[in-house]
C-alpha cells in the first residue's frame, strides 16, 4: 500500500474514532449516575481518538506543530457536535423508557440542558488534550507511551494519572513564575486568591511598628459547611502560590480518598453482627 493511500486509511479511522468519541461522551454525559461504566468508556474513547492522531500514517500530515494543532481543533470541535447529538438522542431515549413505564426515572433537566451536558463532557478535555499536544512536542517518547494500550499484566494509567504526565511541562513554567499577585494569608501561613479587591470588605490596620496592614476575611470550605478566616492581604510570587494552590488540591484528593475509606471500615468494624448484611451470597446446603 503506498503512502497515499495509507495516510488515507488512518483519516478514516482517525474520523471514526472522533465520532465515537463523542457519542461515549455524550451519552454518559446524561446516563454517568446511573451507569458508571459509560464515563469510563468515553474516557478510553477519548484515547482511541488520540492514539489515532499519532499514528505512523498520520505524518504526512503533521509537518509542524500548528499543522497538529489545526486538526486537534478540527477534531476537538466534531466531537463536540457528535457528543451534543449522542446527548440529546440519550435524552430522548430515557424520556421514551420512562412514558412506556415510569419505573424508568426521567432524566433530570431539559434537552437542551442534556445538549450542553454533552458539549461540556468535551470541553472538559481541552485542558489535558493542549498540554499533551506540548509534551508531545517536548518529550514525544514520555507523550506516546502515555497514552499507548497496555497489556493486562501491566499497571494501567488512570486519567488522572496520564493527565498529571501531561501537565508536567506546564506546570513547571507555572511553579517558576516570579510575577507578584495579591494573596491573602491566613494565620496558618496558607495562601488564598485574592482575584477582585472589589469582592471583599478591605480593612487597614496598624501594628505596633507603625506599619499598615490591610485585611479582610474570606470563605472557605465547600458550600453548606464553610467557615469565615481572615486573611492579611500582600504581594506573593505567582509560582509559590501555584506550588501550594496544586499541592493542597492533590492533596485533599488523596486525603479524602484514605479519609474515606478509613471511615467506611471504622463503621464496619462497629456494626453489630446482628445488623450485619453478608456482600457474598450464602450457597444453600
Same mark, same amino acid.
Given at each position: 500500500?503506498?503512502?497515499?493511500? +495509507?495516510?488515507? /486509511?488512518s !483519516?478514516?479511522?482517525?474520523?471514526?474514532?472522533v465520532?465515537?468519541?463523542g457519542?461515549?461522551?455524550?451519552?454518559?454525559?446524561?446516563?454517568?449516575?446511573?451507569?458508571?461504566?459509560?464515563? !469510563?468508556? #468515553?474516557?478510553?474513547?477519548f484515547?482511541?481518538?488520540?492514539?489515532?492522531?499519532v499514528?505512523?500514517?498520520?505524518d &504526512?500530515?503533521? =509537518?509542524? *506543530?500548528a $499543522?497538529?494543532?489545526?486538526?486537534?481543533q =478540527?477534531?476537538?470541535?466534531d466531537?463536540?457536535? +457528535?457528543?451534543?447529538k449522542?446527548a440529546k438522542t440519550?435524552?430522548q431515549?430515557? *424520556?421514551t423508557?420512562?412514558?412506556? +413505564?415510569?419505573e424508568h426515572?426521567? %432524566?433530570k433537566?431539559?434537552?437542551?440542558?442534556?445538549e450542553?451536558?454533552?458539549?461540556? =463532557?468535551?470541553? !472538559?478535555? /481541552?485542558?489535558?488534550?493542549?498540554n499533551?499536544?506540548?509534551?508531545l512536542? *517536548?518529550d %514525544?517518547?514520555?507523550?506516546?507511551d502515555?497514552? /499507548?494500550? /497496555?497489556?493486562?499484566n501491566? %499497571?494501567q494509567l +488512570?486519567?488522572s494519572?496520564?493527565a498529571?504526565?501531561?501537565?508536567? &511541562?506546564?506546570?513547571?513554567?507555572?511553579a517558576?513564575?516570579?510575577q507578584k499577585?495579591?494573596?491573602?494569608?491566613?494565620s496558618? =501561613?496558607?495562601m @488564598?486568591n485574592?482575584?477582585d479587591?472589589?469582592?471583599? @470588605?478591605?480593612?487597614?490596620?496598624?501594628l505596633e511598628?507603625?506599619?499598615?496592614q $490591610?485585611?479582610?476575611?474570606v470563605?472557605?470550605?465547600?458550600?453548606g459547611s464553610?467557615?469565615?478566616?481572615? *486573611?492579611?492581604?500582600?504581594?506573593?510570587?505567582?509560582?509559590?502560590v501555584?506550588s !501550594?494552590?496544586?499541592?493542597v488540591m492533590?492533596?485533599?484528593r488523596l486525603?479524602?480518598?484514605?479519609?474515606s475509606?478509613?471511615?467506611r471500615?471504622?463503621?464496619d #468494624?462497629?456494626?453489630?453482627?446482628? @445488623?450485619?448484611? %453478608?456482600?457474598?451470597?450464602?450457597?444453600?446446603d
Amino acid at each position: 500500500m503506498n503512502k497515499s493511500a +495509507s495516510a488515507k /486509511r488512518s !483519516q478514516v479511522a482517525r474520523k471514526k474514532a472522533v465520532k465515537l468519541c463523542g457519542e461515549a461522551i455524550g451519552t454518559s454525559s446524561v446516563t454517568a449516575r446511573e451507569n458508571a461504566s459509560r464515563a !469510563q468508556t #468515553a474516557r478510553d474513547g477519548f484515547l482511541r481518538w488520540m492514539r489515532t492522531t499519532v499514528s505512523p500514517d498520520m505524518d &504526512p500530515f503533521l =509537518g509542524d *506543530v500548528a $499543522e497538529r494543532n489545526t486538526i486537534y481543533q =478540527g477534531d476537538f470541535a466534531d466531537i463536540k457536535k +457528535s457528543a451534543r447529538k449522542a446527548a440529546k438522542t440519550e435524552y430522548q431515549r430515557l *424520556v421514551t423508557l420512562n412514558q412506556m +413505564s415510569p419505573e424508568h426515572p426521567a %432524566p433530570k433537566g431539559t434537552e437542551s440542558e442534556a445538549e450542553k451536558n454533552g458539549s461540556k =463532557g468535551a470541553r !472538559q478535555r /481541552r485542558r489535558p488534550l493542549e498540554n499533551f499536544q506540548e509534551l508531545l512536542e *517536548v518529550d %514525544p517518547e514520555v507523550a506516546l507511551d502515555s497514552i /499507548r494500550e /497496555r497489556s493486562a499484566n501491566e %499497571p494501567q494509567l +488512570s486519567w488522572s494519572e496520564r493527565a498529571d504526565i501531561w501537565a508536567a &511541562p506546564k506546570r513547571e513554567r507555572c511553579a517558576a513564575s516570579k510575577q507578584k499577585i495579591e494573596v491573602g494569608t491566613d494565620s496558618k =501561613g496558607l495562601m @488564598h486568591n485574592i482575584a477582585d479587591r472589589d469582592a471583599y @470588605h478591605i480593612q487597614k490596620r496598624t501594628l505596633e511598628d507603625g506599619t499598615e496592614q $490591610e485585611y479582610c476575611e474570606v470563605s472557605v470550605g465547600s458550600p453548606g459547611s464553610s467557615e469565615i478566616v481572615e *486573611v492579611v492581604l500582600g504581594l506573593r510570587p505567582s509560582g509559590e502560590v501555584y506550588s !501550594q494552590m496544586l499541592r493542597v488540591m492533590t492533596e485533599s484528593r488523596l486525603l479524602l480518598r484514605n479519609a474515606s475509606k478509613f471511615v467506611r471500615d471504622c463503621e464496619d #468494624a462497629e456494626t453489630f453482627e446482628r @445488623h450485619a448484611i %453478608p456482600t457474598v451470597a450464602v450457597k444453600d446446603d
